[in-house]
């Protein structure tokens, strides 16, 4: 059973940066995949970035060169660097774990088998 913790979360101001933590109890062997999700108010959950086992991420387009998924294995914890913030990336942000044996990662909620409580982002205009 993977169990996922999220930190980091609080309020900024627009263009203001945090790092968002994740930390997970342990980490299987072979291919899976580790994401970041956001869910605002009345909105469906939208994936943010993946990070595979093998290395390779990617990106929702609104995030793309604002936000960086990172992973230190030594830690067991994933990050989630985010600069450059906009109002509209107010959310409650979720991880995920989950696509075992994946060859690449999807950005559907209905792949990640293991989720966090959240955190919430809040960015003020």
């Known amino acids: 059973q993977v169990q996922l913790v999220e930190s980091g979360g609080g309020s900024v101001q627009a263009g203001g940066s945090l790092r968002l933590s994740c930390a997970v109890s342990?980490?299987?062997?072979?291919?899976?995949?580790v994401a970041w999700f956001r869910q605002a108010p009345g909105e469906e959950r939208e994936g943010v970035a993946t990070?595979?086992?093998?290395?390779?991420?990617t990106y929702r387009d609104s995030v793309k060169g604002r936000f960086t998924i990172s992973k230190d294995n030594a830690k067991s914890t994933l990050y989630l660097q985010m600069n450059s913030l906009k109002p509209e990336d107010t959310a409650m942000y979720y991880c995920?774990?989950?696509?075992?044996?994946?060859?690449?990662?999807?950005?559907?909620?209905?792949?990640?088998?293991?989720w966090g409580q959240g955190t919430q982002v809040t960015v003020s205009s």
């Open positions: 995920a774990a989950g696509g075992f044996g994946s060859t690449f990662c999807l950005f559907f909620s209905s792949s990640y088998n293991y």
């Open positions: 990070r595979h086992s093998d290395g390779y991420t």
């Open positions: 342990e980490y299987t062997r072979g291919r899976y995949c």
